[in-house]
C-alpha cells in the first residue's frame, strides 16, 4: 500500500469554476442565456485569492496543484493578448514553486473565448490554429512546470459540441448540458445521450497534437490530455456494445495520446453498459449530488483501462465526490487510493493523485454539488479546510493508507 516518495499529491480546480467573472468566455454568455443556470459569478474568487488556496494546499502536506490559465483572459479578442493576464498567471506558477507545490497547468478546461464560439468552436476550420497561436503565447511564461495537461476531457467536450449543435438545429427544447447534473432528470438525459461520433473528436485530437508539439518545442514540460474515464463495465452479453460505446466515448481519446508524456485518468463513477448503451445510474440512497452511483472503485479500473490502452504513464488528474458529508468523502478516497495503489501493485505507473477539487467550486450550471476539500464562504470568500484536507495531507506525507 506504499506510494513512492516522489509521488504527486494534491488536488485540481479550473479557472472558470474558481477564479470569478470570466466575463469574456463562452460559459459567462451562457450562464445568462440559458434558463435555470445558476451563474458562476464570483464564483471562489480564487482570481484574487489563489495565493491563500495554495498556501491552504501546501500546509495541509500536498505537493501538487493543478490549475487552469483561462483563455477567454490571455486572448479577450483574436490576436490580441493580455500582457497582464500572462503576468498574473506566471504569479500563480510562481507561488507554487516558492511554496514547493508542483504545478499542473491545464490550457484548455471547457471554457473558450466568446469570440472563439462565435466563430464555430472547435469545428470551425481554423479551432487548431487559434487554440495554437493562445498555447504558443503561454507557453512564455511556462518556466518551472513540469507538467501540462493541453485539454480537459475533449470526450466530454465532444459531447457539448453534439448537443450543442442539436440544440441550435432545434432538436432539444432546452439547454441539457451532460455537465449539468444534480437534477434527476436532466441526468436520465445525459445518461442516454449518444455517444458522439468520433468525427467530433477529431477537431480536438488535431488541437491537442499541435499544441503537444508546441509545447515540448518551447519549454521542458511533460505533456498530456486528460480524459473523462466511464469506469465503464459490460452487462452479462454486452461486450460488444461495451467495446462500441468506450470506443467512441472514451478509447478514440486514449489512442490519440500514442506519444503523449503521461495520460490524464478522471475518475468518479463507474456505468454498466447494456444491450441499449449505457445504463443510467438508478436513484439509491447512495447516489452523490450529482446523480452518480457511490462507485470508490471506479478509479482501479479506470487507471488500469487508460494504462492498458495507452502504455502510458498515469496522472490522476480528478477524482472526487459530491457529498455534504465530509466524512463520506474521506471514506470515498480512501476506498479510491486503495484501488489505485493496487493497481500499481499489478504494475501500473501512476505518478500522482490530485483530489478534484480543492474547493467548493461552481459545478457548470449550479453550486449544489460540493466536491471540496475545503469550503468557501459565496460573501466573504472565507476558506474553512474539511477534516477531508488533513486526512489527504497525513496520507500524503505518511504515504500510506
Ligand atoms: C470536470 C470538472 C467537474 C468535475 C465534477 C469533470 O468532468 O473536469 O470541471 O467539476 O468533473 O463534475
Redesign the pocket.
Known amino acids: 500500500m506504499d506510494f513512492p516518495a516522489t509521488f504527486l499529491w494534491g488536488a485540481?480546480t479550473?479557472p472558470?469554476?474558481t477564479e470569478g467573472n470570466n466575463l469574456n468566455s463562452d460559459w459567462w454568455a451562457r450562464e445568462t442565456l440559458v434558463p435555470g443556470m445558476e451563474p458562476s459569478g464570483d464564483a471562489t474568487d480564487s482570481y484574487h485569492r489563489y495565493g491563500e488556496d495554495m498556501r491552504l494546499l501546501a500546509d495541509a502536506g500536498l505537493n501538487a496543484y493543478r490549475f487552469g490559465v483561462e483563455w477567454a483572459r490571455i486572448e479577450p479578442r483574436p490576436g490580441q493578448f493580455s500582457h497582464a493576464e500572462l503576468a498574473h498567471y506566471r504569479r500563480m506558477i510562481g507561488t507554487a514553486l516558492e511554496l514547493g507545490i508542483t504545478p499542473v497547468v491545464t490550457l484548455h478546461?471547457?471554457s473558450s473565448p466568446r469570440w472563439f464560439a462565435e466563430e464555430g468552436g472547435w469545428r470551425a476550420p481554423n479551432a487548431a490554429d487559434r487554440f495554437a497561436a493562445y498555447v504558443t503565447k503561454v507557453t512564455e511564461i511556462l518556466d518551472g512546470v513540469d507538467w501540462v495537461v493541453t485539454i480537459?476531457?475533449p470526450n466530454?467536450m465532444a459531447m457539448m459540441v453534439m448537443v450543442q449543435e442539436a440544440m441550435r438545429a432545434g432538436q432539444w427544447q432546452q439547454w441539457q448540458s451532460p455537465?449539468v447534473?444534480g437534477d434527476a432528470e436532466r441526468d436520465r438525459i445525459a445518461a442516454n445521450l449518444p455517444s458522439p461520433t468520433v468525427e467530433y473528436a477529431q477537431p480536438f485530437i488535431k488541437a491537442h497534437h499541435a499544441v503537444r508539439d508546441i509545447v515540448r518545442a518551447r519549454t521542458g514540460a511533460k505533456v498530456g490530455w486528460?480524459i473523462?474515464n466511464g469506469a465503464l463495465t459490460a452487462a452479462p452479453g454486452a461486450e460488444h456494445k461495451l467495446a462500441e460505446i468506450r470506443y467512441q466515448q472514451e478509447d478514440v481519446y486514449l489512442e490519440a495520446a500514442a506519444g503523449d508524456d503521461f495520460i490524464g485518468v478522471?475518475s468518479?463513477s463507474s456505468q454498466q453498459v447494456g444491450q441499449d448503451g449505457v445504463v443510467a445510474h438508478p436513484d439509491h440512497p447512495d447516489n452523490t449530488l450529482?446523480g452518480a452511483a457511490y462507485r470508490p472503485d471506479a478509479l482501479g479500473i479506470a487507471v488500469r483501462h487508460a494504462a492498458a490502452v495507452t502504455g502510458l504513464p498515469v496522472l490522476v488528474?480528478?477524482n472526487?465526490i459530491?457529498t455534504g458529508d465530509d466524512s463520506r468523502r474521506i471514506d470515498y478516497t480512501r476506498e479510491a487510493l486503495r484501488g489505485l495503489a493496487a493497481a500499481m501493485n499489478d504494475g501500473v505507473d501512476v505518478r500522482g493523485y490530485l483530489h478534484?477539487?480543492l474547493l467548493d467550486?461552481?459545478?457548470?450550471g449550479h453550486w449544489g454539488?460540493t466536491?471540496g476539500l475545503v469550503a468557501v464562504d459565496r460573501q466573504t470568500f472565507a476558506r474553512t479546510p474539511k477534516p477531508s484536507l488533513g486526512w489527504l495531507g497525513a496520507t500524503a506525507r505518511s504515504g500510506l493508507l
Open positions: 485540481a479550473a472558470h469554476q478546461h471547457f480537459n476531457e466530454m455537465t447534473d486528460s473523462a478522471q468518479y450529482t488528474t480528478e472526487g459530491a478534484w477539487s467550486n461552481y459545478e457548470w454539488p466536491f
